[in-house]
């Protein structure tokens, strides 16, 4: 049983942070979202609803009841309750049993709220969406940077230290866009532990709904393209057209954006704007850059892990790696160039990944020369799960 009791504000130094008094299986715990004080007034205090959220998507997949004390607003109650609750069910993802009790409503709308938002992340999907929406009829007026679960999701120190070392590029970056910055840091990582992939578009638009008294849109980056739509609950970015339309505020809506480009497409786009250069991080969190954000204050990918190979092999196709030379390796780019042609054809092979579908077709469409060396490295590739399968069976005791 989950039970969101309190809600309430609490301030300390130049930072505030909106609370809420839980329980968790009789456990009470304070869950927080904070932010610079400086945003303390966006922040509607006649509603739970991010606490809600978490709280619901929390109770969906551990399959526990939820009672919420504290007022919800109407519109989310109702996206909540009539929308992915059912939905849920339905998949069998929860126990039709399952009793989530919104106890009060609420009724506040917000027509002072024009803010319009989008995550920079410093990612392709961020960028992309950026450039997309800046110049729009719903122009983007505000860069989010979220602790959500993106820098590890159980959190912790080490997820916090890289957090505060992307607002600091993430503020000077919005600065040169001339933008607005908000970040947002929270303990919902720590405090209930979900599994980030699965959770992850909750875990954001949570902190979105913190701040009804300044957004009325916010744009959430497509993962995937609106082809690959399915119920897939193992990942949200699959199902965030449903997402956007159950979650909302009584004056605020979310947008999914890039639904129809793919990722080449959007790296290409991306790679036209020169402020990408010198700022793009696709990096996952890797123990490579664990030690980076501890000894060095420049953000770097490490030119190593699936995401940058991705990336880099996507700008080498297109002809701009060499843009990227100050957040890309391109010393290690040089050397692992075959082996990591070979990883993008073993996943087209192995499992027909879309983006390593895109990249070959860009390959073929640009005559791109792929030496015998590439499929040397793919041939020893795809020897080597059956390597590990002989190794294993020599290792069974019968
Ligand atoms: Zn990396």
Request: aromatic share 14%; proline share 2%.
């Amino acid at each position: 049983m989950i039970e969101l009791d309190k809600i309430f504000i609490r301030r300390d130094n130049n930072k505030v942070f909106f609370c809420a008094t839980i329980k968790i299986d009789h456990i009470v715990q304070e869950l927080w979202f904070s932010t610079d004080k400086k945003f303390e007034k966006y922040i509607a205090l006649t509603n739970g609803d991010c606490f809600a959220l978490a709280l619901f998507i929390y109770a969906i997949f551990t399959n526990k009841s939820f009672i919420c004390n504290v007022p919800v607003s109407k519109r989310l109650k109702y996206g909540l309750i009539h929308v992915l609750l059912n939905t849920f069910i339905k998949n069998g993802v929860c126990s039709k049993e399952l009793t989530i009790d919104f106890k009060f409503e609420d009724e506040t709308t917000f027509p002072d709220a024009t803010g319009i938002g989008t995550a920079m992340s410093l990612g392709v999907d961020s960028f992309y969406t950026l450039s997309k929406n800046i110049e729009s009829s719903h122009a983007v007026n505000i860069l989010t940077l979220f602790n959500g679960g993106a820098y590890g999701e159980y959190g912790g120190d080490v997820a916090r230290d890289l957090f505060e070392k992307m607002k600091q590029h993430v503020s000077n970056l919005s600065e040169d866009f001339g933008l607005d910055f908000l970040w947002v840091d929270t303990n919902l990582n720590e405090v209930l532990k979900m599994p980030f992939v699965k959770t992850h578009t909750f875990r954001n638009f949570a902190c979105v709904l913190m701040f009804q008294k300044l957004f009325k849109t916010y744009y959430y980056a497509s993962g995937t393209t609106l082809d690959n739509f399915k119920l897939n609950f193992n990942d949200p970015m699959y199902y965030d057209l449903l997402n956007s339309k159950a979650i909302a505020g009584n004056s605020l809506e979310f947008h999914i954006s890039g639904l129809n480009e793919g990722r080449l497409f959007k790296t290409q786009v991306i790679s036209e704007h020169p402020l990408t250069f010198n700022n793009l991080n696709v990096c996952l969190i890797t123990s490579d850059n664990e030690k980076l954000s501890k000894n060095n204050k420049k953000l770097i990918n490490c030119s190593k892990c699936f995401k940058c190979i991705r990336t880099m092999v996507t700008l080498e196709v297109l002809g701009k790696l060499h843009l990227y030379k100050n957040v890309f390796d391109l010393n290690v780019y040089k050397e692992n160039k075959e082996k990591y042609l070979a990883e993008i054809l073993y996943n087209k092979i192995r499992a027909n990944n879309i983006f390593s579908q895109e990249i070959l077709g860009q390959i073929k469409l640009n005559k791109y020369h792929i030496s015998y060396k590439v499929y040397y490295y793919l041939f020893l590739r795809v020897l080597q799960p059956l390597g590990k399968r002989i190794n294993n069976s020599k290792n069974l005791k019968y």
